[in-house]
C-alpha cells in the first residue's frame, strides 16, 4: 500500500482540506509555495499515462475540485496544477496525484 493509499484508508493522517465519494485533497507535507495542495483520487492508479479512457472523467473531475479550492485558498487569480508521470519528471509517489501551488510568483515550469 502507498502513503496516499493509507491516508485515504485513514490509517495515515493528513492535513485534508477536502474530500468526495472520489477524491481526496490533503496539505502537502513539504510545500515549495504558501499553497501546495495535492488533489488524490481514492482509485489507484499509477500516473495520468494509466488512466483508461473510460475512466477519464477522473480528470474533469479533479479540474472541478482545483477550482473549488483555488478559491477557497485565494489563489483563483494565478495557480498550477500539475501532476508528474513517471521519474524522469520526478514523480516519487506511484498513485496518481495533482499538486495545487500558488500563493507566491512562481517561476518557469522547467
Ligand atoms: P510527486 O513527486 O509528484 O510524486 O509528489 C509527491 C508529493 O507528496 C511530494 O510533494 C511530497 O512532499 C508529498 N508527500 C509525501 N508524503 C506525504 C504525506 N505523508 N503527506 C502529504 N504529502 C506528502
Redesign the pocket.
Known amino acids: 500500500m502507498n ?2 493509499e493509507e ?1 485515504i484508508a485513514n490509517r ?4 485534508k482540506v477536502y474530500e468526495d465519494d472520489k477524491v481526496i485533497a ?7 509555495a504558501p499553497v ?1 495542495l ?1 488533489i488524490i483520487p481514492k482509485k489507484q492508479y499509477k500516473s495520468l499515462q494509466e488512466v483508461p479512457s473510460e475512466d477519464l472523467s477522473i480528470i474533469s473531475h479533479i479540474a472541478k475540485v482545483a477550482q473549488i479550492l483555488a478559491k477557497e485558498f485565494q489563489v483563483e487569480d494565478g495557480y498550477r496544477l ?3 508521470i513517471g521519474p524522469d ?6 498513485h496518481l ?1 495533482f ?1 495545487l501551488v500558488g500563493g507566491k510568483k512562481l517561476g518557469s515550469i522547467a
Open positions: 502513503i496516499f491516508i495515515k493522517p493528513a492535513d490533503i496539505k502537502d507535507i513539504y510545500p515549495h501546495h495535492l500539475i501532476t508528474n519528471a520526478g514523480q516519487a509517489i506511484f496525484h499538486h
